[in-house]
């Protein structure tokens, strides 16, 4: 991952076949995991033309590693597997996130069922609405208006508001 420290790419997330609580689909099949969600580094650069310095490398180690107000890729996972992890959405060092412990026990969870793909491309946006709108990825739910994305939004903003009432932030 050496050169993707300064490239500019798309990335998808893969995972064990029935890890997830999603519907079923006709997901991209790749060594045995099925392509679930995707993302870009950098993001769309403004209407201004400004665009983030964020890349192939921190993006993917804020997903892999990182905590759940950084990545919302773990964010979602998270609240589809609290139960079965035990984890508790919760203000930690100042920031929403699983705590210390929680965020430990989804990344090993994440190195046991996820799998990892990435494409270098210094336009990662152009591709991105094509991947979206043709591609079945029960994870990626801006835009979307089907039940189940309908539900985890529901679900990340419940969590969000429990962990902000529990501390006393609302």
Not at 42 to 69: F, I
Not at 130 to 147: C, F, K, Q, V, Y
């Amino acid at each position: 991952m050496n050169k993707a420290r300064r490239e500019k790419g798309i990335y998808g997330w893969l995972f064990t076949p029935g890890s997830l609580p999603v519907p079923d689909a006709p997901y991209a099949h790749t060594d045995g995991f099925e392509l679930m969600y995707v993302g870009i580094a950098p993001k769309r650069p403004s209407t201004n033309g400004k665009e983030s310095a964020s890349r192939l490398r921190s993006r993917l180690r804020t997903h892999s590693r990182g905590e759940a107000s950084r990545s919302t890729l773990r964010l979602t996972l998270g609240v589809l597997l609290a139960e079965e992890l035990g984890l508790s959405l919760g203000l930690h060092k100042g920031r929403l996130n699983w705590g210390e412990d929680g965020e430990a026990r989804l990344t090993r969870w994440i190195n046991t069922n996820a799998r990892l793909t990435w494409v270098e491309n210094p336009t990662p946006w152009v591709f991105e609405d094509e991947l979206l709108a043709h591609a079945p990825l029960a994870l990626n739910i801006d835009g979307r208006t089907d039940a189940f994305s309908q539900e985890l939004k529901d679900r990340r903003t419940m969590a969000r508001s429990t962990a902000r009432i529990a501390h006393g932030s609302v």
